[in-house]
């Protein structure tokens, strides 16, 4: 019983979820460069990619596959470096299935968000790791009085900063993805809630809840109407 009990703690405490999130990511990557090749247009948009036009005529699902989707070595190299890094430390503050909910809810939320604001074809996990970062500023705002807690929301801040006024700057970055992203995992942050930290408050976790919904409800509404 004893063993049984320090396997279930050793499984408690890895980061599945993580490490399987950039495994399906990288035999995505590999599928799509054998299919001819991850930069490929007729490639991305078979295998799911942010198209608006296929959305409106009913594939809804593309607003969920483009965050296992990446265009290029490079893009896939960088984001599964900061989904590792990022992904280990939320997945030990939020649990195994509320980490996950966050990336889902935050990766579909950016997608809405391009698909509201933005033409482009589009694809990455950069829009539910914005959502990694949002809950990051959740976390800052409800634990302010943890000085580690403090520290790191304080960094990833810079770091939000910082890469939303490289977007600025770049050609072909999809700026309303990473926003929507950050936005929709501040808010599912407070939807899950963080009991391996401590109590967030009713009040916020309610007003959060009808702003993410009513929220993204509005932009896919929106963007059926363009």
């Known amino acids: 019983m004893t063993q049984l009990r320090y396997r279930l703690r050793r499984l408690n405490q890895t980061p599945y979820i993580t490490v399987g999130l950039v495994g399906i990511m990288v035999l995505v990557y590999l599928a799509m460069t054998l299919a001819g090749g991850s930069t490929n247009v007729n490639v991305l948009i078979q295998f799911g990619a942010k198209l608006n036009v296929l959305i409106q005529q009913g594939e809804w699902w593309r607003l969920f596959t483009p965050m296992f989707l990446h265009i290029g070595f490079t893009h896939i190299l960088m984001n599964m470096i900061t989904l590792y890094f990022v992904g280990i430390q939320l997945e030990a503050a939020f649990g195994h299935w509320r980490y996950l909910a966050i990336f889902l809810i935050a990766g579909v939320g950016g997608n809405i ?88 408050s009713t009040i916020k976790r309610v007003v959060a809840t009808v702003v993410l919904i009513g929220g993204l409800v509005w932009l896919y509404m929106h963007g059926m109407a363009q």
């Open 113 to 200: 968000a391009s698909f509201c604001f933005s033409d482009s074809l589009s694809a990455g996990a950069s829009t539910a790791i914005f959502g990694l970062f949002g809950a990051f500023m959740m976390l800052g705002e409800s634990f302010w009085q943890n000085p580690v807690i403090r520290s790191l929301s304080r960094t990833f801040l810079a770091f939000v900063v910082m890469n939303l006024a490289f977007d600025v700057f770049t050609p072909g970055i999809d700026m309303a993805g990473h926003i929507g992203g950050l936005v929709a995992g501040f808010l599912a942050a407070y939807l899950v809630g963080v009991p391996r930290i401590g109590r967030v």
